[in-house]
């Protein structure tokens, strides 16, 4: 459905994308994920139509946008901030973009309440928005770009500035709204558990290039760079030499991942290391441990009957050799 190629941007001569190549499919929620700063908005912007001054090509349903304008691209756009009327009411803000399409008032109320029922603030259409709450200006910042039927649906950041109860929900909803509708969809975040939870696809970018994209399972369970696994919290990074004596196939003098999930703790193991640091989850311990190389790794550990663990123990690891993965830099 979008076909991006080649896309490059930068500002004062300061790279912000470089030749960026990505596809969407028609019914697909891709999340470009990254920190701030990796080129994920600008992107978007660039989608958008909100952004002119770049170099390569945005095709959408095989057609170039390059010369297409803002509301000619029929593409619904969901902000941090909500972008709402403070004047207007519920009812009012979703039925603005109608209004100013031309749409009779009739098929518009109609349509208004069918998004606002989508989204569950049905009940809320006379409320002054300003007596909403976060989540709830959210669902009208939603209904509102939901309300034109865009062919594509481009959300920045969007449960960015709701606290972290409020936003594990809301972000479940959020993909279940867009599903049901059968919509395709650009999420933008920095936050990964996030992403997890909404995408079909996660493109990874970092100093304006694609690290990696894949399903959120696909990056979890084999990252392909330090970068990445580190930037998903991944961090048991060692050197082969590390592994002396694991029995592991590994041909690289480059970083190594020890998956979490391959990492634990066996009266066999094979690799010693000393308990550097414990926080009790109630049903799991997150242990750092320590290796004689001196490089660390952390890992869960399952809270069971009689398990007794102590900072400066001594413990042996065993480790899955399916879950050591080889990394570029």
């Known amino acids: 459905m979008l076909t991006i190629t080649n896309v490059s941007q930068r500002y004062d001569e300061q790279p912000?994308?470089?030749?960026?190549?990505?596809?969407?499919?028609?019914?697909?929620?891709?999340?470009?994920?990254?920190?701030s700063g990796s080129g994920k908005t600008t992107l978007l912007r660039i989608?958008?139509?909100?952004?002119?001054?770049?170099?390569?090509a945005v095709e959408f349903e095989d057609q170039s946008l390059r010369s297409v304008p803002v509301?000619?691209?029929?593409?619904?756009?969901?902000?941090?901030?909500?972008?709402?009327?403070?004047?207007?009411?519920?009812?009012?803000?979703?039925a603005f973009g109608l209004r100013m399409a031309g749409m009779p008032r009739k098929q518009r109320d109609k349509r208004v309440a069918e998004v606002l029922e989508l989204v569950g603030m049905?009940?809320?259409?006379?409320?002054?928005?300003?007596?909403?709450?976060?989540?709830?200006?959210?669902?009208?910042?939603?209904?509102?770009?939901?309300?034109p039927e865009p062919a594509l649906l481009l959300l920045d950041e969007p449960l960015g500035a709701l606290d972290a109860g409020l936003k594990e929900r809301l972000v479940v909803e959020l993909r279940q709204i867009i599903k049901r509708v059968g919509l395709t969809a650009i999420y933008v975040t920095h936050d990964q558990t996030e992403a997890y939870a909404i995408a079909d696809r996660i493109a990874i970018l970092h100093d304006g290039q694609l690290?990696?994209?894949?399903?959120?399972?696909?990056?979890?369970?084999?990252?392909?760079?330090?970068?990445?696994?580190?930037?998903?919290?991944?961090?048991?990074?060692?050197?082969?030499?590390?592994?002396h004596g694991l029995d592991a196939d590994v041909g690289t003098d480059g970083p190594l991942l020890l998956h979490p999930l391959g990492v634990s703790i066996a009266e066999s193991g094979t690799l010693s290391a000393?308990?550097?640091?414990?926080?009790?989850?109630?049903?799991?311990?997150?242990v750092t441990a320590e290796?004689?190389?001196?490089?660390?790794?952390?890992?869960?550990?399952?809270?069971?009957?009689?398990?007794?663990?102590?900072?400066?123990q001594g413990i042996r690891l065993h480790i899955d050799p399916e879950q050591v993965i080889e990394l570029t830099h």
């Open 71 to 94: 509301h000619q691209r029929n593409m619904g756009m969901v902000f941090q901030d909500f972008a709402l009327f403070p004047h207007m009411n519920v009812q009012q803000n979703v």
């Open 47 to 56: 989608i958008a139509g909100l952004e002119t001054d770049y170099s390569g």
């Open 211 to 243: 690290a990696q994209i894949d399903t959120p399972q696909a990056l979890y369970q084999r990252p392909q760079t330090a970068y990445v696994a580190q930037f998903l919290g991944l961090g048991n990074i060692v050197t082969a030499a590390a592994l």
């Open 291 to 312: 290796l004689s190389s001196g490089e660390r790794l952390r890992f869960k550990h399952d809270v069971t009957p009689g398990t007794v663990l102590e900072q400066g």
């Open 16 to 35: 912000v994308l470089n030749d960026i190549d990505l596809t969407v499919q028609r019914g697909e929620i891709l999340c470009l994920l990254g920190e």
């Open 122 to 147: 049905e009940t809320f259409a006379q409320r002054d928005v300003g007596q909403l709450s976060g989540g709830e200006q959210q669902r009208v910042a939603l209904a509102r770009s939901l309300a």
């Open 274 to 286: 000393t308990v550097t640091a414990l926080a009790y989850r109630g049903d799991h311990y997150r």
